[in-house]
């Protein structure tokens, strides 16, 4: 499902215009990202949670030239899945 796919199936869920809830899923997503970069977690009971996680330096190694380079470190978004969602996938 792609996120025109998905504004489709919001606004039929929901009674929404396609337009009306293509500015909710943009507002949602903005409002996630927002919290992300402020490094605050997002929860929604029974879905999910959008955090940050921290990727400390470590050393790799180049495919290509098999020498040793260091990969920085980083900070990277990540989605852990509720029970309820977890529960409905089986």
């Known amino acids: 499902m792609n996120k025109s796919e998905l504004i489709d199936a919001m606004a039929e869920s929901s009674g929404l215009t396609k337009a009306d809830a293509g500015r ?14 402020k490094g605050d977690s997002v929860t929604l009971v029974g879905f999910g949670t959008y955090a940050v996680k921290e990727r400390a330096e470590r050393l790799g190694r180049n495919p290509q030239t098999g020498r040793e380079i260091t990969i920085q470190a980083a900070r990277l978004p990540s989605f852990k899945a509720g029970k309820t969602l977890k529960d409905a996938i089986k």
């Not at 909710?24 to 970069?37: K, N, P, Q, R």
């Open 24 to 37: 909710a899923l943009d507002g949602f997503i903005g409002a996630v990202t927002g919290a992300l970069s």
